[in-house]
């Protein structure tokens, strides 16, 4: 179990690779966190059709059943919240599909950063950085030397996060949001 202190507030978790088990609470989680990493800009409607059709529990069931996807939660430890998930990370070993992203991801082997979002009551307490340091070591142990994501041009507090662990913003990339089409900047980190 991972333990941190952060805003005067413990905070006990700890982070595991998740199981078929979590896929009803990453959908939850992830209905919380989804439009938290949007513009304020985003219609609502958009966003919530977003999660209703590509973050819901069939989704992460089928997300959990890949086995070239690995998801890490952080799983909180406090005696009145046991196993509420706090974070989540999705890690994708596949080649960029996206010819934008293709062209600016140049090592053949790099791990997609597909997901990286903690519940708002987790911001500040160390629980990102700590499921962000396990999932770079699960890079690291698989022999890869780069990852990359895909982060909105508006999320300043995120990239500002991603940079922190060793991301570079090296170009762009679109993101259909609904009729809305974002921004996002793409990030690669090399060991």
């Not at 199981?19 to 989680?29: G, M, N, R, T, W």
């Not at 938290?36 to 059709?49: F, G, H, R």
């Not at 519940?119 to 160390?126: E, L, R, S, V």
Request: proline share 6%.
């Amino acid at each position: 179990m991972a333990e941190t202190v952060g805003e005067g507030a413990r905070v006990q978790f700890r982070i595991r690779q998740a199981s078929a088990a979590d896929a009803p609470a990453l959908a939850e989680l992830a209905a919380l966190t989804f439009p938290l990493a949007c513009p304020p800009t985003s219609p609502k409607t958009e966003v919530a059709a977003f999660i209703q059709a590509h973050l819901g529990p069939d989704t992460f069931a089928a997300y959990l059943a890949d086995p070239l996807r690995v998801i890490f939660i952080a799983e909180d430890q406090a005696p009145s919240t046991t196993g509420r998930l706090l974070a989540y990370t999705i890690l994708v070993d596949t080649p960029p599909v996206d010819a934008d992203v293709a062209g600016l991801v140049s090592a053949p082997d790099a791990i997609e950063f597909s997901k990286c979002y903690a519940h708002p009551d987790a911001h500040g307490h160390g629980v990102g950085a700590s499921i962000m340091a396990a999932s770079l070591d699960w890079i690291a142990s698989q022999g890869r030397q780069h990852t990359w994501l895909g982060v909105n041009s508006e999320n300043e507090r995120a990239q500002k996060f991603y940079r922190k662990h060793g991301f570079a913003v090296v170009g762009t990339r679109s993101f259909q949001l609904g009729k809305q089409i974002e921004h996002d900047y793409v990030m690669v980190r090399s060991d």
